[in-house]
Structures are given as structure tokens and as C-alpha cells.
């Protein structure tokens, strides 16, 4: 059975920086493509970031374009997602998901429907 465990959560200032993890069981992350997913008060979940199996493709939404990093500790078998230059629109639950049948990352990657096995979600906010 695959389980996702998100932590590193936090109330940050604007401009802060944290580091998210997403630990693994009930399968090995480097065999499949992973996503990170947030999703604000009041509006539906975006996709953020997904990397491929293995040195995959990344790709990262306009929105945290250069500033986010996703990453990989397959010794760990943790996905990181490292978020530098926060601002306060970067508040929200943050998850993320994987598919057994997803080695990489689809057109349309950043849709909610094409990943099966999610975690439980990390709050990040940003506030002064």
C-alpha cells in the first residue's frame, strides 16, 4: 500500500524559505514520477511542480517558476520541495502525489486527476 507523508510546514515570513518532504513507503519514488500540489482557501488544488523517474524532466508552474526546486533523496526515498521568496500568495495546504503507472510527467501534469496516491498535506504560511 503506498503511503505519502508530507512535513516541514510552517508559518514563514515573506521572503522566507522552507523546505517540504514528501516520505515514502509501499514503493520506491525514483521508479515514478512525483508531483507537488497546493491548494488555497477558497480555490482548487494547482499543480506546482512534478519531476520524472530517476534525473527526470522538472517542471514547475509560472507561479513558483524559479523560485521552488523539486528534488529527490532516493537513499531516504523522500521528494523535497525547497520554496525560497515567499510571499503571502504561496499560503496554502501543500501535497504530493504519485502514480505506479506515471514514470513521467504528462502533459497536463498539473491536474489533480492524473495521480492516484496523495498524502495527508503540510500547512505553509506566509504572514508577517
Known amino acids: 500500500q503506498v503511503q505519502l507523508v508530507e512535513s516541514g510546514g510552517d508559518l514563514v515570513q515573506p521572503g522566507g524559505s522552507l523546505r517540504l518532504s514528501c516520505d515514502a513507503s509501499?514503493?520506491?519514488?525514483?521508479?515514478?514520477?512525483v508531483t507537488w500540489f497546493r491548494q488555497a482557501p477558497g480555490k482548487e488544488r494547482e499543480g506546482i511542480s512534478c519531476?520524472?523517474?530517476?534525473?527526470?524532466?522538472?517542471f514547475y508552474a509560472d507561479s513558483v517558476e524559479g523560485r521552488f526546486t523539486i528534488s529527490r533523496d532516493n537513499f531516504k526515498n523522500t521528494v523535497y520541495l525547497q520554496m525560497n521568496s515567499l510571499t503571502a500568495e504561496d499560503t496554502a495546504v501543500y501535497y504530493c502525489?504519485?502514480?505506479?503507472?506515471?514514470?513521467?510527467?504528462?502533459?497536463?501534469?498539473?491536474?489533480?486527476?492524473?495521480?492516484?496516491?496523495w498524502g495527508q498535506g503540510t500547512q505553509v504560511t506566509v504572514s508577517s
Open positions: 519531476k520524472g523517474r530517476g534525473d527526470g524532466s522538472m
Open positions: 509501499g514503493l520506491t519514488l525514483d521508479y515514478y514520477a
Open positions: 502525489a504519485v502514480d505506479t503507472d506515471r514514470r513521467r510527467c504528462p502533459t497536463g501534469w498539473g491536474t489533480s486527476k492524473y495521480w492516484r496516491s
